[in-house]
Nanobody
Framework: EVQLVESGGDIVQAGGSLRLSCTGSGFTFSYYDMTWVRQAPGKGPEWVSSIASGGGRTSYSDSVKGRFTISRDNTKNILFLDLNSLKPEDTALYHC?????????????WGPGTQVTVSS
């Protein structure tokens, strides 16, 4: 059974930083591209970032490019998302997902999410 569990969400002030983590199990983590998706209250899911299975290729939405960094540790089956220069509009439930952008969206194997709230 595929399991994805996110952690690291918190309440932070605008301009602050957070590191989100996602631990994967039940599948061979290093074989899969991985993705972060977020969903703000009352809105549909939004693709944030993806990383290739080996970690050598990354991609970002325009809304987070230059502020967020995706990475992974295949020895520990962990996916990361470093969030910097946070803005109130980054407030959302952040999910990690198995697969690249077009596999993970609009729905796929997602974790339950970790809440990020950015106050102004």
């Amino acid at each position: 059974e595929v399991q994805l569990v996110e952690s690291g969400g918190d309440i932070v002030q605008a301009g602050g930083s957070l590191r989100l983590s996602c631990t994967g199990s039940g599948f061979t983590f290093s074989y899969y591209d991985m993705t972060w998706v977020r969903q703000a209250p009352g809105k549909g899911p939004e693709w944030v970032s993806s990383i290739a299975s080996g970690g050598g290729r990354t991609s970002y939405s325009d809304s987070v490019k230059g502020r967020f960094t995706i990475s992974r540790d295949n020895t520990k089956n962990i996916l990361f998302l470093d969030l910097n220069s946070l803005k109130p509009e980054d407030t959302a439930l952040y999910h990690c997902a198995r697969g690249g952008r077009w596999v993970a969206m609009p729905s796929g194997d997602w974790g339950p999410g970790t809440q990020v709230t950015v106050s102004s």
